[in-house]
């Protein structure tokens, strides 16, 4: 689910940031167009007055739009001999357009709803309504009578509904954009038959438009399109695509995206046969099959991109004759084999991504011979330790990069020092490299210019610098290394993570001021010590705080200005005293781990956090009873964490009201009474599920902010930022080891703790061991068919085992020991 939400974010982010192939959209220029005629048509001025009054303009856009003289308004174009109207250029970009940028889509659209007087402009040629509003209404059937138009662009501007098959007869139109903006495909194209009329086509684009319903028939009505020169159906609901086509009618075709639909069917071959194409766009379409020798026909291919599919097997050496490539996007294949040296003369290239394949073999200088263009370069292989980066330790390559991602290669064990020659830098992703020894001090020296730096899982070590500064929002990865002292003050950063180091000392209350930006702290598995600094309080910004399994002491300090904190765990150190009233008095707090300190009291304070998924309060010294409030208020509970504590009573029956509840570990604690037959009412028991908690349901501005930012780098990297979403995709994959530092939880099983990394999500338990509990096991519990753990063990449980116990199937671990029940006859034979 986490990787559905980020194929969410990244499909919005893929269609409104790079519509139209370039990152940074300046606003039309609505300048008067110049005449000869010091007057308009009567009958065209009152239409575009007509349609002016069913238009709300809240920027003022068209307070042109007075007088007699309509010729010079804004954004309306007359022929110079006539004096008709010939151009209505309405459309609304952003203006200076930064996808990091939260006000972004903020910007002056027209809305409400086209008039029919525009019908009186019978001489339009161009008509572009583009990222306006209307609102969701249909778009006019009426803008099919205007049999001069060549240029009809409806793109973005919320429309709903049919798309009017009357377009049909617009036969003189050259250029069609009717994609839409929303994720749920609310513009229909329920049958493509009518587009054979527009016999002079050159570019239809229908990007989010649902053309479900059209999947079989589609090809066949966009081949009858002979001067069709740019194609795009992203993300269009397509499932269907013949893998020949006997005649192509298209042939002078240059741009062909079809990313983002479903066909999952062998990749088409008759696409390599089209000699004229420079762009090829197939990601994320679960295509299978390999990539043949016939690539090489693309002779004009400038991007072939291809990533996210099933392709298996080995990449023809003749790709090393696509002389005018310059991107190649092959990532997460199943390519195998070793990559081809004919890569090495692939001059022009300026983007390789090959990451996330079943790469083998060497990699070496020769693979990179006459990259000298080359910016953007990804590498990673699937299997362990099948891939070897060997260049040498003295190379001086040929380019000078911009981002750099190598992940589960066998680098030298030196840190290289080839990258001293990389002066651009400013995303570096070394991540499982094998790399050991100190990082050089003319490495951090790029800090300032550095938006992210992953040295994720090697073997550094030796003294951080004290004190860096990162390019603003940037992200810092030095997790899984051998790095000493004390933390660094690296200000400028968005997101840190030290985990699993071996940093020592007190936090020290400044560095609050050196990384006031921080979104994601995570300092977790260290040997910090003292306790946690007040001023923690200043980090505004702060969403995720991970300091588990450190030396920490003291009071859990006031955070009552971290509104947007939504995770922090702190368990495993030695933290004691109440749980603080202001943790959930203005944070959206959703994860809370404090297992394993000493903390006590009752859980009162609890009781405004009313969006916790987890709560992790195991291995402290809690008493009391289970307040009925968890069971009432906290609806989105799914990880409930009470073992080991000094609770007492009975098990509250409101527990069994949570929906979401997929994780309940009461043991070692004095609860009495019998089970609650209601625990087979937890319906997040009744099937197994997919990443189904709230964690999966939200995704982090952090997460966010960073992806978006080394989206943008490479975006203004790659000729006309046209591969914003391929940097995003770069983006998430370094940012997989922070998520998953969220997504660890221990339980005790059998009387072993277990660490379920990445897949807490998917472990479904119930742990009621080690209390007082009496009576019979209850028969509802035997409906819980999903359950995996199932520990009842230590109780003064009597009576049968129950024999539908044989009918949980998902069931792994099963302990009912140290009870007084009766023999299991063939309860367990399935």
Request: with cysteine.
């Amino acid at each position: 689910m986490i990787t559905s939400i980020f194929t969410y974010f990244l499909l919005l982010f893929l269609v409104h940031l790079f519509s139209n192939g370039f990152i940074s959209l300046q606003a039309s220029e609505f300048v008067s167009y110049s005449t000869n005629f010091t007057t308009c048509w009567e009958i065209e001025r009152n239409a575009l007055l007509k349609f002016k009054e069913g238009l709300q303009d809240p920027s003022g856009r068209l307070s042109s739009w007075v007088g007699n003289y309509c010729c010079t308004w804004s954004g309306v174009g007359c022929d110079r001999q006539t004096g008709h109207v010939t151009k209505l250029d309405l459309g609304m970009p952003p203006i200076s357009f930064k996808i990091n940028d939260p006000k972004a889509f903020d910007f002056p659209s027209l809305q409400g709803t086209i008039s029919p007087s525009l019908l009186d402009l019978k001489y339009l040629y161009y008509l572009d309504l583009s990222w306006n509003n209307f609102e969701q209404t249909p778009i006019p059937n009426f803008i099919g009578s205007f049999t001069k138009l060549e240029h009809l662009d409806l793109s973005y501007a919320y429309f709903s509904g049919l798309v009017p098959p009357h377009l049909g007869n617009l036969s003189n139109l050259r250029y069609l954009d009717l994609s839409s903006q929303n994720l749920d495909q609310d513009t229909l194209v329920s049958d493509l038959s009518w587009i054979h009329g527009l016999s002079s086509l050159e570019l239809l684009r229908l990007k989010m438009a649902n053309l479900s319903f059209a999947s079989t028939s589609w090809l066949q009505a966009i081949n009858k399109l002979p001067s069709l020169m740019e194609l795009d159906l992203s993300f269009c609901g397509l499932h269907e695509i013949p893998t020949s086509l006997p005649i192509l009618n298209f042939s002078s075709i240059q741009i062909i995206h079809l990313s983002l639909n479903h066909f999952n069917s062998p990749l088409p071959g008759w696409l390599f046969n089209i000699s004229s194409l420079v762009e090829l766009d197939l990601s994320s379409n679960g295509f299978t099959g390999q990539i043949t020798p016939s690539v090489q026909n693309l002779n004009n291919m400038r991007d072939l991109v291809l990533h996210e599919n099933d392709l298996s097997g080995p990449l023809p050496i003749s790709i090393g004759n696509l002389s005018s490539l310059e991107t190649l996007f092959l990532s997460s294949n199943q390519l195998n084999g070793t990559i081809p040296k004919t890569i090495g003369q692939l001059k022009k290239l300026i983007m390789l991504a090959l990451s996330s394949n079943n790469w083998g073999g060497v990699v070496s200088r020769i693979h990179f011979l006459h990259l000298n263009n080359m910016k953007v370069f990804l590498l990673s292989s699937i299997k362990e330790k099948s891939l070897v980066f060997d260049v040498g330790y003295d190379w001086i390559p040929p380019f000078s990069l911009n981002l750099i991602f190598i992940k589960n290669c066998q680098m030298n064990s030196k840190f290289p020092i080839w990258l001293q020659t990389q002066k651009e830098l400013k995303i570096v992703e070394l991540i499982e490299v094998g790399i050991s020894g100190y990082v050089p001090d003319w490495f951090w020296k790029l800090s300032p210019q550095m938006e992210t730096l992953s040295l994720h899982n090697n073997k550094l070590c030796g003294e951080l610098p004290r004190s860096l500064q990162f390019h603003p929002h940037s992200l810092v990865d030095l997790s899984f290394n051998l790095f000493e002292g004390p933390v660094p003050l690296f200000s400028g950063v968005n997101m840190l993570s030290l985990k699993n180091n071996s940093l020592s000392g007190p936090i020290p209350a400044n560095f609050v001021n050196a990384m006031l930006h921080l979104a994601f702290m995570d300092l977790s598995e260290n040997y910090f010590n003292g306790s946690i600094p007040s001023s923690i309080n200043k980090l505004e910004k702060l969403q995720v705080l991970l300091l588990e399994n450190n030396e920490l002491s003291g009071k859990i300090p006031s955070m009552n200005r971290l509104n947007k904190l939504w995770t922090l765990d702190l368990s495993n150190n030695n933290l004691f005293g109440n749980i603080p009233c202001s943790l959930c008095s203005q944070s959206p707090l959703i994860h809370l781990k404090l297992n394993g300190n000493n903390f006590y009291g009752k859980l009162s304070s609890l009781r405004n956090c009313t969006n916790l998924g987890t709560l992790g309060l195991a291995n402290n010294q809690f008493h009391g009873g289970i307040p009925r409030w968890i069971g009432e208020t906290l609806s989105c509970l799914s990880i409930l964490q009470l073992r080991g504590n000094m609770f007492r009573g009975k098990i509250p029956k409101s527990l069994c009201s949570l929906p979401l509840l997929h994780v309940m570990d009461l043991g070692q604690n004095n609860f009495s009474g019998s089970i609650p037959p209601c625990l087979g009412n937890l319906s997040s028991l009744y099937q197994s599920k997919n990443d189904t908690s709230v964690f999966a349901a939200v995704a982090t501005d952090a997460v966010a902010t960073n992806v978006i930012t080394i989206a943008t780098t490479v975006a203004t990297i790659v000729t006309g930022g046209k591969e914003g979403v391929v940097a995003a995709a770069i983006a998430f994959e370094g940012l997989m080891p922070l998520i998953d530092e969220m997504r660890d939880m221990e339980f005790n099983v059998k009387g072993q703790t277990l660490e379920f990394v990445k897949i807490i999500d998917l472990v479904n338990l119930i742990d009621l061991s080690s209390n007082n509990l009496e009576g019979e096991i209850p028969e509802e519990i035997m409906k819980l068919s999903a359950l995996g753990t199932l520990n009842l063990s230590r109780n003064q449980l009597t009576g049968n085992i129950p024999e539908k116990i044989g009918d949980l199937q998902l069931l792994e671990t099963l302990d009912l020991s140290v009870n007084h029940l009766s023999a299991m006859r063939c309860a367990v034979s399935t």
